[in-house]
T-cell receptor, first 118, second 112 residues
Framework: NAGVTQTPKFQVLKTGQSMTLQCAQD?????MYWYRQDPGMGLRLIYY???????DKGEVPNGYNVSRLNKREFSLRLESAAPSQTSVYFC?????????????????FGPGTRLTVL | GDSVTQMEGPVTLSEEAFLTINCTYT??????LFWYVQYPGEGLQLLLK?????DKGSNKGFEATYRKETTSFHLEKGSAQVSDSAVYFC???????????FGAGTQVVVTP
């Protein structure tokens, strides 16, 4: 049981390049999330998926797209990377699919992807 | 909107000293409150949580009490250890979709 896994661990891009960050969980969780972590700002939600086949915007969605490929996988795509997207990206998941239970579920986090855009 | 405010770090203290990190929040609903910890080079792990007013969460010697009257959820540990050196995040959740609102994080450094 690996929990939440993310690839790659590190990536350097040039401005304008595209890439996809991969996230997978093997806990049969319903909801998945993408956050970015920046110094002094904590973690901010980019997108989330409350269940397979659905995605919704979070606090900072501009410049990103997501795909909930199946119940296990939730990918984050940067179509045209910008230096402002230099950050550490975390994927997380919870068992719940919304409703009261989702309010109390613990979020399980992956180890993160450190992205630098030059 | 909802927000979380934590004391700024870094907080530096000696081993066995009392550790406290202040956290206050603003929320329109009745949030669940969480403390997450991030060790160097790792993702976040849940440390403790409280789901309603006056609940006390506890884990690994850490405690925090959900104070609705002061909108606070301060983290405390009676005797800090070097292994407690990490970044601590206070967070709240008000909706049923599991979305978390995080504070900026507080780095704690415990020296031998």
């Amino acid at each position: 049981n690996a929990g939440v896994t993310q690839t790659p661990k590190f990536q350097v891009l040039k401005t304008g390049q595209s890439m996809t960050l991969q996230c997978a969980q093997d806990m049969n969780h319903n909801s998945m999330y993408w956050y970015r972590q920046d110094p002094g700002m904590g973690l901010r939600l980019i997108y989330y998926s409350a269940s397979e086949g659905t995605t919704d915007k979070g606090e900072v969605p501009n410049g990103y797209n997501v795909s909930r490929l199946n119940k296990r996988e939730f990918s984050l795509r940067l179509e045209s990377a910008a230096p402002s997207q230099t950050s550490v990206y975390f994927c997380a998941s919870i068992p719940g699919a919304g409703g009261n239970r989702g309010a109390h579920d613990e979020q399980f986090f992956g180890p993160g992807t450190r992205l630098t855009v030059l | 909107g909802d927000s979380v405010t934590q004391m700024e770090g870094p907080v530096t203290l000696s081993e066995e000293a009392f550790l406290t990190i202040n956290c206050t929040y603003t929320a329109t609903g009745y949030p669940s409150l969480f403390w997450y910890v991030q060790y160097p080079g790792e993702g976040l792990q849940l440390l403790l949580k409280a789901t309603k007013a006056d609940d006390k969460g506890s884990n690994k010697g850490f405690e925090a009490t959900y104070r609705k009257e002061t909108t606070s959820f301060h983290l405390e540990k009676g005797s800090a250890q070097v292994s407690d050196s990490a970044v601590y995040f206070c967070a709240l959740r008000t909706d049923s979709w599991g979305k978390l609102q995080f504070g900026a994080g507080t780095q704690v450094v415990v020296t031998p």
